[in-house]
């Protein structure tokens, strides 16, 4: 049963141009939601984040949308480079006591030159 | 410097054996896990430790054990491994104060892929 579910499993962009992750979750409580970035034989490595009571939150050319309404959060990137070529995970917790990160499962982005 | 290092990276072996995982963090972190990102590459937490002491245990197999000696280290032992624990183990550690900040709240190591012939 995902709680967190990213449906594209890739995505192909050419480079300077705009690239759109998505991820829809299932339960209104999650506090905080951060996407990840990972490249082959590495760990995933945090990117940025946005908690519930905002709707966006941006750094550099990552930002992060967020609608509740819709338990739908995207990341854009622009522009997009080649070596922002990994895969993005999307992942929630629910505050203070979770110790809990939830992951989806992930979508890989090519950013083609 | 690595801040969460895991060893070995690769780990072949035979159905039926005992091995084990080990990781260790420099980041003066007081919480460590262990993921497992299978063939469907969903990253799903295993175990976790806060100060040494467990403090989530998903449904794991009993032949699965992490033992956590101090806070800086969190190694997992697997019993009798079987064709389905060919997985990719991560191992993470972060600082309970960022949990209640929305900020980065995992640093994960680089993990340790896992065969089982």
């Known amino acids: 049963d995902q709680q967190v579910k990213q449906n594209s499993p890739s995505l192909s962009v050419q480079e300077g141009r705009i690239s759109i992750l998505n991820c829809d979750y299932t339960n209104s409580m999650f506090d905080y939601f951060l996407w990840y970035k990972k490249y082959p034989a590495e760990g995933p490595t945090f990117l940025i984040s946005i908690s519930s009571i905002k709707d966006k939150n941006e750094d550099g050319r990552f930002t992060v949308f967020l609608n509740k309404s819709a338990k739908h959060l995207s990341l854009h990137i622009v522009p997009s480079q080649p070596g922002d070529s990994a895969v993005y995970f999307c992942a929630v917790y629910s505050g203070a006591g979770s110790y809990q990160l939830t992951f989806g499962k992930g979508t890989k982005l090519s950013v083609i030159p | ?117």
């Open chain 2, 1 to 117: 410097d690595t801040a969460v290092s895991q060893t070995p990276k690769y780990l072949v072996t035979q159905m039926g054996n005992d091995k084990s995982i080990k990781c260790e963090q420099n980041l003066g972190h007081d919480t460590m896990y262990w993921y497992k990102q299978d063939s469907k590459k969903f990253l799903k937490i295993m175990f976790s430790y806060n100060n040494k002491e467990l403090i989530i245990n998903e449904t794991v197999p009993n032949r699965f054990s992490p033992k956590s000696p101090d806070k800086a280290h969190l190694n997992l032992h697997i019993n009798s491994l079987e064709l389905g624990d060919s997985a990719v183990y991560f191992c993470a550690s972060s600082d309970t104060s960022g949990w209640n900040s929305g900020a980065n709240v995992l640093t994960f190591g680089a993990g340790s892929r896992l065969t089982v012939l």
